[in-house]
Nanobody
């Protein structure tokens, strides 16, 4: 059974940094494209960073140069290093595998809350 557990969120001042983690189990982690999604308060969830199975990366324009996605295949973990955080980065962050069967069936973890505020 697939399980994605996000962690590492918190309250940070503008300009600060956080590192999010996603622990994956029940899936062939190295075979999947993996992504981080951001859901601002009252808005829809959107992908902000993608790492393909062959480790190509892509970012939405609003986070380019500030966020870095990475993974540890041995630990079956996905990370998001978030630097120079802005208030608009506030929201819940989720990881998922956007081309997987479980994603298409609507599976999501609980997410981790990031609040950027002075």
């Amino acid at each position: 059974q697939v399980r994605l557990v996000e962690s590492g969120g918190g309250l940070v001042q503008p300009g600060g940094s956080l590192r999010l983690s996603c622990a994956a189990s029940g899936m062939s982690f190295s075979a999947y494209d993996m992504a981080w999604y951001h859901q601002p308060p009252g808005k829809q969830r959107q992908m902000v960073a993608l790492m393909t199975h062959d480790e190509s990366t892509n970012y939405t324009d609003s986070v380019k140069g500030r966020f870095t996605i990475s993974r540890d295949i041995v630990r079956r973990a996905l990370y998001l290093q978030m630097n120079n955080l802005k208030p608009e980065d506030t929201g819940v962050y989720f990881c998922n595998a956007p081309r997987s069967a479980f994603f298409l069936k609507g599976y999501w973890g609980q997410g981790t809350q990031v609040t950027v505020s002075s």
